[in-house]
Every structure is written in C-alpha cells, then in structure tokens.
C-alpha cells in the first residue's frame, strides 16, 4: 500500500531526509526534526524531547502547524 502523502503548512510534500520545524508548549520550545521513513512511515526523528520521535501522520494533531526547513 502507498504511504499517505503530508504536507507541510505550505504545502510541500514531506519525503525522507527533509528536516521539518515546529514548537510546542508554554513557553514555545522550537524542535528541528529529521525525518527518516520506517516501515513505510514518515517519521519525525525528536532526539532529546518526549517522545523521541513521532509519526508525521499525527504530527499535526500535536503540535498544529510545522514546515519544511530542508527539502529530503
């Protein structure tokens, strides 16, 4: 089955090796994330926060918005 296309908030279609920003909490903590694809999943790779890494498929339900920083 093909995987799911995602788009940023410009839409942009995010592939493997794209680094994507977003933030989350109060204050607003920046993330720069890389995303690498497992198991026919993107996956938006969060070292050193919580969860470490986070299905670019719910990423939005999270954290609301996030563009592109690096096309993959």
């Not at 933030?23 to 026919?40: C, F, H, K, L, T």
């Amino acid at each position: 089955m093909p995987r799911r296309v995602i788009r940023d908030d410009d839409g942009v279609e995010v592939t493997p090796g794209c680094v994507v920003r977003f933030s989350y909490g109060i204050p607003p903590i920046g993330v720069r994330a890389e995303v690498i694809e497992r198991g026919g999943r993107l996956i938006a790779s969060t070292p050193g926060h919580n969860p470490p890494e986070c299905g670019m498929a719910s990423l939005r339900k999270h954290v609301g918005s996030f563009w592109i920083e690096k096309k993959g």
